[in-house]
């Protein structure tokens, strides 16, 4: 017979591959509308408070690494991490301007909902405002603790101005350089560290060792990244 075409049922797996690769097409988006955006606003980076979170590993520096893969290509072993974030280690918090580190913290496992609002509302808030006052604006990633609704709907009643982030961008971000700059340092003397309170003084020592001539060429530089 002529004219019925050939069909077959689409499987589960083939609507999940569609599906996430309309994600990322649309994160893709996201990324240079934010980019576009924040180049044609002309923003005032010296204005950004910056956070993150991150892990330094007990056995040695993770070389600070990142690449953007084809996730519908098979990656090699040695570009995909396989023990991603279960290894021994400190978890820190920080946050960032041209004014140097404004606070900075010890995380106790993974960072939920109830620990992220107790962080920025406690001290960390408390710094922002004395150093920056009322004009600044709050940079956060996309993580889960940090985009829930009630989070989002306690910065509005704080009246925080919140910058919105692209999803998966980290390599954005100025505090990217700042981690990574801290790596070489904590590890320069002490490759591994038998527990975990060493590791932590040792971070806090680096930390607290930070000129603002250390870190203010990363802010400067925040244009020809997104452009980059």
Request: glycine share 4%; charged share 30%; hydrophobic share 35%.
């Amino acid at each position: 017979m002529h004219g019925i075409p050939n069909t077959r049922r689409i499987t589960h797996e083939e609507k999940k591959q569609r599906r996430r690769l309309r994600q990322i097409e649309r994160q893709k988006g996201q990324r240079t509308q934010f980019i576009i955006k924040f180049l044609d606003d002309d923003t005032d980076w010296k204005k950004i408070v910056w956070t993150d979170e991150k892990k330094f590993r007990l056995d040695g520096p993770d070389k600070y690494n990142s690449v953007w893969v084809d996730v519908d290509r098979e990656q090699p072993e040695d570009v995909l991490s396989v023990d991603y974030q279960h290894y021994n280690g400190v978890m820190v918090w920080m946050a960032i301007s041209s004014k140097n580190v404004l606070h900075f913290c010890r995380v106790n496992g993974a960072i939920n909902c109830d620990d992220y609002w107790d962080i920025v509302t406690g001290e960390d808030l408390a710094a922002m405002h004395y150093v920056h006052g009322e004009n600044f604006t709050y940079q956060q990633d996309n993580a889960t603790p940090h985009v829930r609704k009630d989070i989002l709907s306690g910065f509005q009643d704080l009246n925080l101005n919140v910058m919105s982030w692209p999803a998966c961008s980290p390599d954005l971000s100025m505090i990217e350089n700042v981690w990574s700059l801290l790596a070489t340092r904590v590890y320069k003397e002490i490759p591994t560290f038998g527990n975990e309170n060493l590791m932590w003084r040792k971070n806090a020592k680096e930390i607290r060792a930070l000129k603002t001539k250390d870190t203010v060429p990363y802010v400067q530089s925040i244009g020809s990244r997104l452009i980059t």
